[in-house]
Protein backbone atom coordinates (compact mmCIF):
# COMPACT_ATOMS: atom_id res chain seq x y z
CA UNK A 1 0.00 0.00 0.00
CA UNK A 2 1.12 3.05 -1.28
CA UNK A 3 2.05 6.32 1.46
CA UNK A 4 -0.50 8.97 1.21
CA UNK A 5 1.93 11.69 0.98
CA UNK A 6 4.81 11.26 -1.60
CA UNK A 7 8.57 12.97 -1.04
CA UNK A 8 10.33 14.17 -3.88
CA UNK A 9 14.02 14.31 -4.09
CA UNK A 10 13.58 17.87 -3.88
CA UNK A 11 11.27 17.81 -0.98
CA UNK A 12 14.05 14.94 0.57
CA UNK A 13 17.10 17.47 0.10
CA UNK A 14 15.32 20.22 1.55
CA UNK A 15 14.62 17.88 4.71
CA UNK A 16 17.78 16.67 5.46
CA UNK A 17 19.46 19.71 5.11
CA UNK A 18 17.22 21.25 7.69
CA UNK A 19 17.86 18.12 10.11
CA UNK A 20 21.59 18.34 9.35
CA UNK A 21 21.37 22.33 10.76
CA UNK A 22 19.46 20.85 14.32
CA UNK A 23 22.91 20.42 16.46
CA UNK A 24 24.36 23.63 15.35
CA UNK A 25 21.33 24.68 16.30
CA UNK A 26 20.70 23.28 19.49
CA UNK A 27 24.41 24.44 20.58
CA UNK A 28 22.98 28.09 20.08
CA UNK A 29 19.76 28.07 21.62
CA UNK A 30 22.00 26.52 24.67
CA UNK A 31 24.38 29.27 24.82
CA UNK A 32 21.61 31.46 24.60
CA UNK A 33 20.72 29.86 27.78
CA UNK A 34 23.73 30.41 29.73
CA UNK A 35 23.02 33.39 31.95
CA UNK A 36 20.75 31.25 33.50
CA UNK A 37 22.91 28.74 35.25
CA UNK A 38 25.34 29.63 38.14
CA UNK A 39 28.06 27.02 37.12
CA UNK A 40 29.68 25.80 34.07
CA UNK A 41 29.19 22.20 34.87
CA UNK A 42 25.50 22.47 35.36
CA UNK A 43 25.70 24.47 31.97
CA UNK A 44 27.54 21.45 29.99
CA UNK A 45 25.42 18.94 31.54
CA UNK A 46 22.30 20.73 30.42
CA UNK A 47 23.47 20.20 26.52
CA UNK A 48 24.83 16.89 27.23
CA UNK A 49 21.15 16.13 28.80
CA UNK A 50 19.02 17.78 25.64
CA UNK A 51 21.59 15.58 23.41
CA UNK A 52 20.77 12.58 25.00
CA UNK A 53 16.81 12.66 25.58
CA UNK A 54 16.72 13.60 21.81
CA UNK A 55 19.11 10.63 20.88
CA UNK A 56 17.27 7.50 19.72
CA UNK A 57 18.87 5.84 23.19
CA UNK A 58 15.75 3.69 23.80
CA UNK A 59 16.02 4.16 27.43
CA UNK A 60 15.96 7.82 28.74
CA UNK A 61 17.66 6.58 32.41
CA UNK A 62 20.10 8.21 34.41
CA UNK A 63 22.69 5.47 33.16
CA UNK A 64 21.70 5.91 29.10
CA UNK A 65 21.85 9.02 29.64
CA UNK A 66 25.25 9.08 31.01
CA UNK A 67 26.33 6.84 29.00
CA UNK A 68 25.45 8.29 26.12
CA UNK A 69 27.19 11.70 27.05
CA UNK A 70 30.29 9.54 27.78
CA UNK A 71 30.24 9.80 31.05
CA UNK A 72 31.17 7.29 33.84
CA UNK A 73 28.39 8.04 36.45
CA UNK A 74 24.56 9.60 36.20
CA UNK A 75 25.49 12.08 39.24
CA UNK A 76 26.02 14.76 37.12
CA UNK A 77 22.92 14.40 35.34
CA UNK A 78 21.31 13.88 38.74
CA UNK A 79 22.34 16.74 40.27
CA UNK A 80 21.46 19.26 37.00
CA UNK A 81 18.02 17.90 37.69
CA UNK A 82 17.60 17.59 41.15
CA UNK A 83 20.16 20.19 42.98
CA UNK A 84 22.46 21.79 40.73
CA UNK A 85 21.56 25.84 40.95
CA UNK A 86 19.74 27.63 37.23
CA UNK A 87 16.85 29.33 37.10
CA UNK A 88 13.98 27.40 35.42
CA UNK A 89 11.60 30.06 35.22
CA UNK A 90 13.99 31.75 32.62
CA UNK A 91 15.15 28.90 30.53
CA UNK A 92 11.10 28.21 30.31
CA UNK A 93 10.48 31.90 29.45
CA UNK A 94 13.52 31.89 27.32
CA UNK A 95 12.07 29.23 25.26
CA UNK A 96 8.63 30.14 24.96
CA UNK A 97 9.95 33.41 23.70
CA UNK A 98 12.23 31.65 21.06
CA UNK A 99 9.23 29.03 20.23
CA UNK A 100 6.59 32.13 19.92
CA UNK A 101 9.03 34.05 17.57
CA UNK A 102 10.05 30.90 15.93
CA UNK A 103 6.34 29.90 14.43
CA UNK A 104 5.05 33.36 14.17
CA UNK A 105 4.50 34.81 10.90
CA UNK A 106 6.46 37.06 9.55
CA UNK A 107 4.82 40.54 9.56
CA UNK A 108 5.56 41.10 6.26
CA UNK A 109 3.40 38.30 4.99
CA UNK A 110 0.77 39.48 3.44
CA UNK A 111 -2.61 38.94 4.84
CA UNK A 112 -6.60 39.62 3.54
CA UNK A 113 -8.15 42.08 5.63
CA UNK A 114 -11.78 39.40 5.24
CA UNK A 115 -9.74 36.91 6.57
CA UNK A 116 -9.93 35.97 10.56
CA UNK A 117 -6.74 34.14 11.12
CA UNK A 118 -7.24 31.21 13.54
CA UNK A 119 -3.38 30.90 15.17
CA UNK A 120 -1.84 30.94 17.60
CA UNK A 121 -3.89 28.03 19.11
CA UNK A 122 -3.16 25.88 22.05
CA UNK A 123 -4.14 22.73 21.93
CA UNK A 124 -4.28 20.20 25.09
CA UNK A 125 -3.71 16.58 24.55
CA UNK A 126 -3.62 13.58 26.71
CA UNK A 127 -1.33 10.76 25.86
CA UNK A 128 -0.30 7.67 27.99
CA UNK A 129 2.31 5.59 28.12
CA UNK A 130 2.51 1.60 28.86
CA UNK A 131 4.88 0.87 31.98
CA UNK A 132 5.93 -2.12 33.68
CA UNK A 133 7.07 -0.90 36.84
CA UNK A 134 4.31 1.01 39.38
CA UNK A 135 7.37 3.37 40.55
CA UNK A 136 7.38 6.56 38.29
CA UNK A 137 4.62 9.19 39.00
CA UNK A 138 0.62 8.73 38.71
CA UNK A 139 1.51 4.49 37.13
CA UNK A 140 -1.27 2.09 37.65
CA UNK A 141 -3.88 0.06 35.83
CA UNK A 142 -6.62 2.96 33.76
CA UNK A 143 -6.92 3.56 30.20
CA UNK A 144 -4.00 3.92 27.97
CA UNK A 145 -5.13 5.85 24.29
CA UNK A 146 -1.99 3.95 22.77
CA UNK A 147 -3.28 0.73 22.96
CA UNK A 148 -6.71 1.25 23.51
CA UNK A 149 -6.99 -0.73 26.64
CA UNK A 150 -6.55 -0.69 30.01
CA UNK A 151 -3.31 -1.36 31.77
CA UNK A 152 -0.71 -0.37 33.60
CA UNK A 153 0.70 3.28 32.38
CA UNK A 154 1.22 6.35 33.04
CA UNK A 155 -1.08 9.50 31.43
CA UNK A 156 0.39 12.91 30.48
CA UNK A 157 -1.44 15.97 29.66
CA UNK A 158 0.32 17.98 27.45
CA UNK A 159 0.18 21.67 26.14
CA UNK A 160 1.47 22.34 22.38
CA UNK A 161 1.86 25.69 20.73
CA UNK A 162 0.24 25.97 17.17
CA UNK A 163 0.82 27.95 14.39
CA UNK A 164 0.09 27.55 10.68
CA UNK A 165 4.26 27.58 10.40
CA UNK A 166 4.27 24.51 12.95
CA UNK A 167 4.20 23.55 16.59
CA UNK A 168 5.90 22.98 19.66
CA UNK A 169 5.03 21.60 23.08
CA UNK A 170 4.72 24.73 25.89
CA UNK A 171 5.14 24.53 29.78
CA UNK A 172 3.16 27.10 32.18
CA UNK A 173 4.16 30.13 33.55
CA UNK A 174 3.96 30.22 37.97
CA UNK A 175 0.75 31.39 38.39
CA UNK A 176 -0.78 30.54 35.81
CA UNK A 177 -4.63 29.18 35.17
CA UNK A 178 -6.26 26.53 32.97
CA UNK A 179 -9.41 27.35 31.71
CA UNK A 180 -11.58 23.88 31.79
CA UNK A 181 -14.44 23.45 29.60
CA UNK A 182 -17.03 23.58 32.32
CA UNK A 183 -15.63 27.16 32.72
CA UNK A 184 -13.83 27.16 36.05
CA UNK A 185 -10.23 27.13 36.41
CA UNK A 186 -7.07 25.17 37.59
CA UNK A 187 -4.32 26.80 39.56
CA UNK A 188 -0.80 26.01 38.02
CA UNK A 189 0.38 25.15 41.86
CA UNK A 190 -2.60 22.66 41.95
CA UNK A 191 -0.56 20.51 39.60
CA UNK A 192 2.34 19.87 42.14
CA UNK A 193 0.17 19.86 45.47
CA UNK A 194 1.59 16.85 46.60
CA UNK A 195 4.87 14.90 46.95
CA UNK A 196 4.50 12.78 43.54
CA UNK A 197 3.35 15.46 41.13
CA UNK A 198 -0.19 14.69 41.10
CA UNK A 199 -3.09 16.86 41.76
CA UNK A 200 -4.46 16.00 44.98
CA UNK A 201 -8.12 15.06 43.43
Not at 47 to 65: D, F, M, T
Not at 153 to 178: E, N, W
Request: aromatic share 6%; hydrophobic share 35%; glycine share 8%.
Amino acid sequence: MKSSQYTTSEQAEHLLSEISRWPGRLRELHERLRPRFARPEAFQHALRYLQAILSEIPRKNGWQIAEHARLARPYGMQRLLSRAVWDQDGVRDDLRALVCQTLHPSPLMPACASYEPLFPVLAIDESGFPKRGRHSAGVGPQYCGLTGRVENCQVGVFLSYVTALGHALMSLPRGARIRLRDGSSLHRSRLCANTNGMPAQ
